[in-house]
């Protein structure tokens, strides 16, 4: 488990490992679904659709005390806002090596 999800769950759960666990492992399935889901958006192009998947990002990420996660996620919005490619493709590359760390 990730150093800064662990201290972050322990504080809100009491240390229950069970409970943490379940937490984290469903925030590390969603993470990994969400990287395949931005992929597809972005080469449709489905802006909208991107930003969504960001803000899902953020808030599964910022749940379980990812901030570096987090502050990604909320890049990868403002991109998708401005419809930015080159700039998205580089933050979706970005959250994928910090879903590799999960």
Not at 26 to 32: A, G, N, Q, R, T
Not at 52 to 62: C, Q, S
Not at 84 to 101: F, H, N, P, V
């Amino acid at each position: 488990m990730k150093e800064c999800c662990k201290v972050y769950l322990e504080e809100q759960f009491g240390g229950d490992a069970d409970v943490m666990g379940e937490i984290y492992n469903e925030y590390v399935s969603s993470i990994k679904e969400k990287m395949t889901e931005a992929d597809a958006e972005l080469a449709g192009g489905d802006w909208v659709a991107l930003d969504r998947t960001a803000h899902t990002v953020k808030g599964n990420a910022l749940a379980t005390g990812d901030e570096e996660m987090a502050q990604t996620a909320i890049s990868l919005r403002g991109a998708a806002k401005l419809q930015d490619s080159a700039q998205a493709a580089e933050l979706i590359s970005r959250l994928k090596e910090l879903a590799g760390t999960l």
